[in-house]
């Protein structure tokens, strides 16, 4: 089966100290990858994404991610985090033959003043 | 970056009415349409898969009677919860794909559905 874990359900960090939220995903094909951010009662919003080129990519808000091909993970990094940091985090994957998304079961972010 | 617009963001209804909610995607054509819905502190379900002119594909377990899927335009798509009930209270997000392999999900602000 095709999936997408996220090993951390709750990952609590104290203010300006660094983050790694975890994905792993299982697949035996070619995927692109996501993380999308979640704040209270809103929808989703990108974060970064890896499609092809170099495995560590930046996105928004200071964030980055590295693709790892051999351990199949993707997880997300942020040196140093900030209060509105808080948040729910989605780890992504889209089979490059489909149009379908399968999400991760989240990550709760919360940072601690 | 895109812009998916969904209408209401709140919506209360009594059990047995039936309640319809709105996605737009504003700048560009969305050749596709997903709607997914959310429980509390868990991930998003995929419910439905929404082209533009055809019928929607619906995901094992989803009853296509209980969530109509309209896809009438390259900019709007329409689930309607019919005959709610308590059991179909929850956050429903819908998300728009320009198309092709690399295309990103846009998302809208979700609408919650509290049915009483």
């Known amino acids: 089966a095709q999936s997408v874990t996220q090993l951390d359900s709750q990952v609590p960090v104290f203010e300006e100290a660094p983050v790694e939220l975890r994905c792993n995903y299982s697949s035996s094909v070619s995927v692109y990858l996501f993380w999308y951010v979640q704040y209270p009662n809103q929808g989703l919003q990108l974060l970064l994404k890896y499609l092809s080129g170099s495995t560590l990519v930046k996105g928004i808000n200071g964030f980055e991610a590295e693709f790892n091909k051999s351990q199949t993970s993707f997880h997300l990094r942020k040196p140093s985090v900030h209060i509105s940091d808080t948040a729910e985090y989605f780890c992504a994957v889209r089979y490059l033959k489909s149009n379908q998304f399968y999400f991760g079961t989240g990550t709760s972010l919360t940072v601690i003043p | 970056g895109a812009v998916v617009s969904q209408h209401p963001s709140w919506v209360i209804c009594k059990s047995g009415t039936s309640v319809k909610i709105e996605c737009r995607s504003l700048?560009?054509?969305?050749?596709?349409m997903f709607w997914y819905r959310q429980f509390p502190k868990q991930s998003l379900m995929l419910m439905a898969t929404?082209?533009?002119?055809?019928?929607?594909?619906?995901e094992q377990g989803v009853e296509k009677d209980k969530f109509l899927i309209n896809h009438a335009s390259l900019t709007l798509s329409t689930l309607t919860v019919t005959s709610a009930h308590p059991e179909d209270s929850s956050f429903y997000i819908c998300?728009?794909?320009?198309?092709?392999?690399?295309?990103?999900?846009?998302f809208g602000e979700g609408s919650r559905l509290t049915v009483l």
């Open positions: 700048d560009f054509q969305a050749t596709t």
């Open positions: 929404s082209n533009e002119g055809s019928k929607a594909t619906y």
């Open positions: 998300s728009a794909t320009r198309g092709g392999p690399t295309g990103e999900l846009f």
